[in-house]
């Protein structure tokens, strides 16, 4: 049984993957073999990095095909190796199509095309969006069956080829910042301004499992926001807490944040 202190740092509902990468970290460690994971999000990627680092005797190295990617491969080797000698299997897909509808595709849209194959979510990195395609970063093992039955993304017939990492075309993120007077910095208070929703809409909606804070689901819709937390809501889009900047004359709290378009 493992030291209940290993969880101490972590959310209760995080177990059971602090548990995997645990075991991921003790195979290199005691076995001295090499591992190379899935597309982790950030909050995976920050749990195994800090394992790795509670354990010893383990170089981590996480890639995601370009630096500032926000889903990446973790690459964990012995510590007398160097984990940069190690290839991190990451293919780039590239989607298009004649059809002019293809501008109006979202990130969504393509996502789901590719779920709906049957791939695992861990199985993709970041997607770059464009009015004339997109560039899908892909585990390279599944990037040939991606390839050869990507046909269709939401209506529109569209092409799919690998092409050289060095291609990729990086699409920045953007955050429309604005101030929101929120009641509180409950997730309801601040999501339900941010995403224009009443306090029970958004309520029904986060208890309904539609919710992600810092990529982990969350149904208390009473949960405490901080600074730094991401909450992205199905169906209505991404927000950042980027600054708590004080309190209005009124009592309520003057949040900053920024909105993923």
Known sequence: MRNPE????????EKAFVDKAWDWIERVALRRETRRTDFLDPRQAFILSSLARRRGGVALRLDGGYPEAERK???????????EDEPAGIAVLAVSSPDRRVAELEHGDYLGAILGLGVKREKIGDLHVRPDGCHILAAEEIADFLALHLHQVHRV????????????RVVPVVLEETVLSAASM?????????????????????????CRVNWKTEENPSAALQEGDVVSLKG??????????????????????????
């Open 236 to 261: 209505y889009g991404r927000i950042k807490v980027i600054a708590v900047e004080g309190t209005s004359r009124s009592g309520r709290t003057l949040v900053r944040i920024g909105k993923f378009v």
């Open 73 to 83: 491969r973790a690459i964990a080797v012995p510590d007398f190796l160097d984990p």
């Open 157 to 168: 017939r569209v092409t799919a080829e690998i092409v050289p990492l060095s291609e990729l």
């Open 6 to 13: 290993l969880y101490v740092h972590f959310r209760p509902d």
């Open 186 to 210: 409950r997730l309801d208070a601040v999501a339900g301004d941010a995403f224009r929703l009443s306090r029970a809409k958004i309520a029904e909606l986060i208890r309904a499992g539609r």
